[in-house]
């Protein structure tokens, strides 16, 4: 059971660079997340996705933008890539029903120079 | 405005002995709130959570307290071990309405053997 999955693990950009961050969970889950985490930041929501079909802002949206594929499937672009979005980035999913935990993928570093 | 706060960024504890990390929260509509544990190069993984409606859960060795009134949790981890050397994130979230999980800073635990 792989659970959330993401690809690619690194990443290194160059400022102005677009790219598509992938994420697939595999637990039939309805809701899913992208985070990003800095240094003494914790993590930041960028945007969620609450049921296939619907996507909404986080607390840390601009600069990208998201596509729920299908029900399984949630990917991060990045249009033109900037320095300040250097960062790991995690997925993660949840059952809709309240007072679920979230599965987090393994992050992707990325690096924008 | 950070809603959650984690305001020991490390800490530090000899095996054996108790390891107590705190949180504190602002927005007095959260009602479940969740641990996790990160390794370096991993995702957060869920440890425990508790409900508004709880002031205590235990599992095993880990035990989440929330005091509502003061809007503060805690995690104790009784005996502590090297392996539990990690960051630990609290988080909260509404069971209602939104599915957004809001994080705190973190704060890292170092076990010493």
């Known amino acids: 059971n792989a659970g959330v999955t993401q690809t690619p693990k690194f990443q290194v950009l160059k400022t102005g660079q677009s790219m598509t961050l992938q994420c697939a969970q595999d637990?039939?889950?309805?809701?899913m997340y992208w985070y990003r985490q800095d240094p003494g930041m914790g993590l930041r929501l960028i945007y969620y996705?609450?049921?296939?079909?619907?996507?909404d802002k986080g607390e840390v949206p601009n600069g990208y933008n998201v596509s729920r594929l299908n029900k399984r499937e949630f990917s991060l672009r990045l249009e033109s890539a900037a320095p300040s979005q250097t960062s790991v980035y995690f997925c993660?999913?949840?059952?809709?029903?309240?007072?679920?935990?979230?599965?987090f993928g393994q992050g992707t570093r990325l690096t924008v120079v | 405005d950070q809603q959650v706060k984690q305001n020991s960024p490390s800490l530090s504890v000899q095996e054996g002995r108790i390891s107590i990390l705190n949180c504190d929260y602002t927005?007095?509509?959260?009602?479940?709130f969740l641990w996790y544990k990160k390794y370096p190069a991993e995702g957060p993984t869920f440890l425990i959570s508790?409900?508004?409606?709880?002031d205590k859960n235990e599992d095993g060795r880990f035990t989440v307290f929330l005091n509502k009134s003061a809007k503060h949790l805690s995690l104790h981890i009784v005996p502590s071990q090297p392996g539990d050397s990690a960051v630990y994130f609290c988080?909260?979230?509404?069971?209602?309405?939104?599915?957004?999980?809001?994080f705190g800073t973190g704060t890292r635990l170092k076990v010493l053997a």
């Open positions: 996705s609450a049921s296939e079909g619907t996507t």
């Open positions: 508790i409900s508004s409606i709880k």
């Open positions: 993660a999913s949840t059952r809709i029903t309240g007072g679920t935990e979230a599965f």
């Open positions: 927005n007095s509509m959260f009602d479940y």
């Open positions: 988080a909260a979230k509404t069971t209602s309405g939104t599915y957004k999980y809001i």
């Open positions: 637990m039939n889950h309805n809701s």
